[in-house]
């Protein structure tokens, strides 16, 4: 029989058994520095994600990385497809409050404008760039004296022709060959300032294919499903795959590829890394399914409060239940809750209730409610009660968050 250690106390004379280990200690790898932002040996787990705006649009893509760093972004990512992209780049990096990586793909010649521009890092894919063997020294040397890493970037979609040709398609197997292989061209010229990343839309191929990878080198490693898909689809396969490795220990930056908003992309894999305990939370909204006893529209109000909280930038846990009577019970963790029914809402604070409201004006007494919480700075006024406060100070205030 299976044997099942349930969590009883321990009898007279036997020594209580330790709680299991959920996630591994970190595996231990070489150290870069994306800008300001340390990647692996231990750094805090920075989560990073790209922009879609044209980066010739240097508004737009400004604009794109306030809101990323306000939803917690570390790292951001810009594509530079052309001339002009790169003739972004020193604009872009000079007001960016977060480093800024080039993505670049054919054109090994934009890697020099982009370590010109002052990007912290570049992502290259040596598959996808025809010329990109002899020129591996010059490159080598100029992000060296530059002490800007290279992200050495394998996935499904362009892996080395002859990996393909060898495995057949996209294995693990082969997208760590072609990564270990691409790493090797640089660490010929005495160049290691790497960072790894092998993606693929299969989380259990991308599970398999880090574990090989951070079996076979100490380089720190960049997770991320690509092409994951819609949000909703998307976050549940990266959650899966990164949640498996992050447990054992594997991986020093994330990037969740949704189809959805940068943003977006970036509160996923803030809660990837918070649901692991590799994050403080900042705000977690707790709210019930509903069932046979639910008393209102648990779906809309919750929607409601999760709007209405967005950016709030101090951890809380807001509960959101939707009747009465397992509602306070249930949410006894939280921070500050609600439990509704008969077109009230049962407003309570840390398990105590403090109110009861009418259904319309619940979310509005939660925001009161926070704010008490946290009587003693501005930083945590949701923006629905101060509509005169500075957007960018928010940002600003999020991106320099101890996380
Ligand atoms: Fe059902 Fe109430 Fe629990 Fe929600 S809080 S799941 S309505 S019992």
């Avoid at 495995?167 to 090797?184: D, I, N, R, V």
């Avoid at 809402?345 to 946290?374: C, D, M, N, W």
Wanted: aromatic content about 4%; proline content about 8%; charged content about 20%.
């Amino acid at each position: 029989m299976t044997r099942t250690d349930l969590p009883l106390p321990a009898l007279p004379g036997h020594a209580a058994q330790p709680p299991a280990t959920i996630v591994a200690a970190r595996r231990p790898s070489r150290r870069i520095n994306v800008g300001t932002v340390p990647v692996g040996d231990g750094a805090p787990i920075s989560v990073q994600t790209m922009t879609t705006t044209a980066t010739t649009d240097i508004d737009a893509t400004l604009q794109q990385i306030a809101a990323s760093v306000a939803a917690g972004c570390d790292i951001i990512r810009v594509a530079v497809p052309s001339a002009d992209d790169a003739l972004a780049l020193p604009a872009i990096v000079a007001k960016s409050p977060i480093p800024v990586i080039a993505d670049i793909h054919f054109q090994p010649r934009y890697v020099f404008a982009a370590i010109d521009a002052g990007c912290a890092a570049v992502r290259v894919n040596p598959g996808n760039i025809k010329k990109f063997d002899n020129k591996v020294r010059e490159i080598a040397q100029a992000a060296g004296a530059a002490n800007v890493p290279i992200r050495i970037g394998v996935n499904a979609g362009s892996l080395d022709p002859r990996l393909l040709a060898k495995y057949g398609k996209a294995t693990p197997e082969a997208l760590t060959e072609s990564a270990l292989w691409e790493c090797s061209l640089f660490e010929e010229h005495g160049f290691t300032d790497i960072k790894i990343a092998v993606k693929h839309h299969d989380p259990l191929t991308v599970v398999a294919a880090y574990r090989l990878l951070a079996a076979a080198c100490d380089y720190p490693l960049h997770l991320g499903v690509t092409e994951a898909g819609p949000a909703f689809q998307g976050s549940i396969k990266s959650a899966v795959a990164m949640g498996i490795l992050l447990a054992e220990g594997i991986g020093d930056t994330i990037r969740v590829s949704l189809s959805a908003p940068p943003a977006e992309q970036v509160k996923a894999g803030c809660h990837i890394l918070s649901s692991l305990g590799l994050r403080p939370r900042t705000l977690e909204i707790v709210s019930c399914p509903g069932c046979g006893r639910l008393q209102v529209d648990i779906h809309k109000l919750a929607q409601r409060v999760e709007a209405a909280f967005d950016g709030f930038p101090l951890p809380l846990r807001v509960a959101v239940m939707g009747c009465v009577v397992n509602g306070p019970g249930e949410s006894r963790d939280a921070d500050i809750g609600v439990s509704s029914g008969n077109g009230k809402g049962q407003i309570f604070v840390r398990g105590q209730v403090v109110a009861t409201v009418p259904e319309s004006q619940i979310v509005e007494r939660l925001l009161e409610e926070a704010l008490k919480h946290r009587p003693h700075t501005r930083l945590g006024c949701p923006r629905e009660l101060h509509p005169e406060a500075d957007p960018t100070s928010r940002s600003a205030a999020s991106s320099s968050r101890n996380l």
